[in-house]
């Protein structure tokens, strides 16, 4: 697994979100084989699982969570973030996880609630 960072080294924290996100996406995927069959539902309970856990940390935050589940074929995929927000206080990670045949990528955005 490879883990990406932003943000800041405010209120949020960036290893607490990449925990979760790890702790999720190891509970969904697990050590499932690709199946275009099972994506939107790996994809949906990853965000969820992902979502739900972050809520229950109890901080002001309103939290955005995206999920890309890709096979591997050999094919490229690039992605990009961008954020216009208070470095002090949001916050983002991305983690980058893969096993034999499918990438998984969950990017979390934290918004801190003025």
């Known amino acids: 697994m490879e883990e990406y960072q ?26 499932d084989d690709y199946s ?3 994506v939107n539902k790996w994809t949906a309970g990853i965000v969820e699982r992902c979502l739900t856990q972050l809520v ?4 002001p ?10 096979q ?11 954020c216009y927000w208070d470095k002090s206080l949001d ?9 034999r045949t499918m990438y998984c990528v969950v990017s979390v955005f934290a918004v801190a609630i003025a």
Not at 56 to 59: E, P, Q, V
Not at 61 to 70: E, F, G, L, P, Q
């Open 72 to 82: 591997k074929t050999g094919a490229g995929l690039h992605t990009a973030n961008s």
């Open 56 to 59: 229950k940390l109890g901080k």
């Open 6 to 31: 932003n943000g800041s080294e405010g209120s949020f924290s960036s290893e607490e979100a990449e925990s979760i996100v790890k702790e999720g996406i190891d509970g969904v995927l697990g050590g």
């Open 91 to 99: 916050g983002s990670c991305t983690v980058r996880w893969e096993n």
């Open 36 to 38: 275009q069959n099972h």
């Open 61 to 70: 935050y309103k939290y955005i969570v995206t999920c890309s589940v890709m």
